[in-house]
Structure formats: structure tokens, C-alpha cells
């Protein structure tokens, strides 16, 4: 299995053939592994039956439905999607604590950076900041490379990869058949989660437009909408607003909404609110701190 990401061709098939090799030059390896076709097959499926119904081949479980994080965006599993505008880090911190409830989620950062992510403000929209797994990365393509090994193992409900530089479309498609064959591993093992999806984000530029990603989307901050007079507020509510854009999705045209984001909220088994936490969805001081520190 390759170990890089990179826009280079693959070697001959044969070994030592050179350009006067005859076919004695030596067995030629098969141009696919099974587990690619398969892939391949799955991954049809899946775009044919983005909206959870139907089975795919190799297994007897539902398809999986797609992850949800905003009533009004859906992200098919066993693809690779892509999250741009300013507030892209939110809108991928609440697609994070969505999947959180499904398996791990894992974060890849480009490790050269001085800021991080800030748990403060993750609290504000996953259940469990404490669980996230956060990996920086040494090198830029070490940002493709583990978010490729992380969807074809299956191991995990959800791929954050924060990237410095743009992808091409055969790289792009390598992410597409590695998510679409950990979710066929799971389906194999007669497992349905968790079923493994990924989101691109560049780390530097808010309008990155990558090419080959199953749907794309922005998040862009509004500003609070003063209260009506002798308006009550209900509790958490702090009037914070975003504009969520639907930018390019399979069958669906552009389009935008604007939305809130509600709390998170961990209940112990008597369903109060663990210590730590405000009761009834309300926020703690200090939600509104950025998400880089």
C-alpha cells in the first residue's frame, strides 16, 4: 500500500521491463486489488444511494444513513467532503461532536503551525473535546496520508484534515475509495458504524474550491440579531447567527439558510447534567472564545 499521497504516476507493473522488453520480460501484477474494486463498487452504491437506502454488495446491513450535523446538511458516508469559509473550523467542530456519538474522531493539523485548537471553544459544540484525537502532522503530505490510511481502516466515524496544500483529483479520488472501503470493511464484519466519512479544509484560505469532493459547504458568521423589544430570550440563546451555504451537492442546487447551533449536552444515567456543565443547554462562561489558540 502506497505510503505518500503525490500526483506522480504508479511504476510499471513489471519489474526491470524497460521499453524494449518482450513478454518474457516477466508476469505483469494485476492493475487493481481486489479491495480497490471492491471499493469501487461500494462507492457506486453509496452515490447511488446517498440517502441511506438500499444495500451495498459485499454485505446484508442498511446502508448507512448520512451524518446530519445541521437539519439542513446532510454528508453522504463513504465520501470525502469539503467545508470552506471563514467559520469552516465550527462548522467542522460540529460535524465532529455529531460523529462523536457514532466512534473517534480523528483531526489532522499541519504540526508546524503554532496555534491550536482551542477546548474552550470546541466545548460549545461537541459533547466530549476530551475525546477528540488531534494529530499534527510533520509534513504536508502527511495531511492526505493519514487521512486515507484512517478512512480504509474504518476504524474511526469521521476525518478532519486541515490541509496547506490543494489536492488533485486522482488524490481526491484515493480519499473517496479509502472511505468507501472502510465502510466496506465494517459492512463485511457485519458492523453499519461506524461508517467512516471525511472533511477537507484548507488551513490558510477561506474560498479554497478543491475539485472532485462529494459536496461542498460554507459557514460564514452573521451578526447577533438585537432582540424585539419586551423579547425574552430563551435560556442559551445569545443570539449568535451563521449563514450556512450549500455550495455544490450531487442533485441538489446552491443554496443557503441561516442557522444556530445548539449546545451539546452529556447526560449521566439519572439525565442531570454532569458537573462542569450548565443545565438546560445553557452555555458556561467563555462559549464564545474562538476555536484556534
Known amino acids: 500500500m502506497t505510503g505518500t499521497l503525490d500526483s506522480t504516476p504508479p511504476d510499471d507493473p513489471r519489474p526491470d521491463a524497460g521499453p524494449d522488453a518482450?513478454?518474457?520480460?516477466g508476469p505483469s501484477r494485476p492493475a487493481s486489488k481486489p479491495d480497490r474494486a471492491a471499493a469501487a463498487?461500494?462507492?457506486?452504491?453509496?452515490?447511488?444511494?446517498?440517502?441511506?437506502?438500499?444495500?451495498?454488495?459485499?454485505?446484508?446491513?442498511?446502508?448507512?444513513?448520512?451524518?446530519?450535523?445541521l437539519e439542513q446538511m446532510a454528508l453522504a458516508r463513504g465520501r470525502v467532503h469539503e467545508l470552506t469559509g471563514p467559520a469552516r473550523r465550527t462548522l467542522a467542530a460540529a460535524a465532529a461532536g455529531v460523529a462523536q456519538a457514532e466512534g473517534p474522531v480523528l483531526w489532522l493539523r499541519p504540526g508546524w503551525r503554532a496555534e491550536g485548537l482551542c477546548p474552550q471553544g470546541l466545548a460549545a459544540l461537541m459533547p466530549d473535546p476530551g475525546a477528540l484525537i488531534v494529530a499534527n502532522c510533520a509534513r504536508a503530505p502527511d495531511l492526505l496520508w493519514g487521512m486515507e490510511e484512517a478512512l480504509r481502516a474504518g476504524c474511526v466515524a469521521l476525518v478532519v484534515s486541515e490541509i496547506t496544500e490543494m489536492p488533485d483529483l486522482r488524490q481526491v479520488r484515493r480519499l473517496h475509495l479509502a472511505a468507501a472501503d472502510g465502510v466496506m470493511r465494517n459492512r463485511l464484519a457485519g458492523r453499519v458504524q461506524p461508517a467512516p466519512l471525511g472533511l477537507l479544509l484548507a488551513h490558510e484560505t477561506a474560498d479554497a474550491r478543491i475539485?472532485?469532493?462529494?459536496?461542498r459547504w460554507a459557514l460564514?458568521?452573521?451578526?447577533?440579531?438585537?432582540p424585539a423589544p419586551f423579547e425574552t430570550l430563551r435560556p442559551g440563546d445569545d443570539g449568535v447567527r451563521w449563514r450556512l451555504d450549500r455550495q455544490l451537492m450531487r442533485g441538489a442546487p446552491p443554496k443557503d439558510w441561516e442557522v444556530r447551533f445548539e449546545r451539546p449536552r452529556i447526560a449521566d444515567r439519572d439525565g442531570q447534567a454532569p458537573d462542569g456543565q450548565a443545565p438546560d443547554g445553557q452555555a458556561p462562561d467563555g462559549q464564545g472564545v474562538a476555536l484556534l489558540a
Not at 461500494?42 to 446484508?60: E, F, I, K, R, Y
Not at 475539485?211 to 459536496?215: I, K, P, Y
Open 22 to 25: 518482450g513478454p518474457d520480460a
Open 41 to 69: 463498487r461500494l462507492l457506486a452504491d453509496l452515490a447511488a444511494h446517498g440517502s441511506g437506502v438500499g444495500l451495498a454488495a459485499g454485505g446484508d446491513a442498511p446502508m448507512p444513513a448520512p451524518l446530519v450535523p
Open 211 to 215: 475539485a472532485g469532493v462529494e459536496s
Open 220 to 226: 460564514h458568521p452573521l451578526p447577533p440579531r438585537p
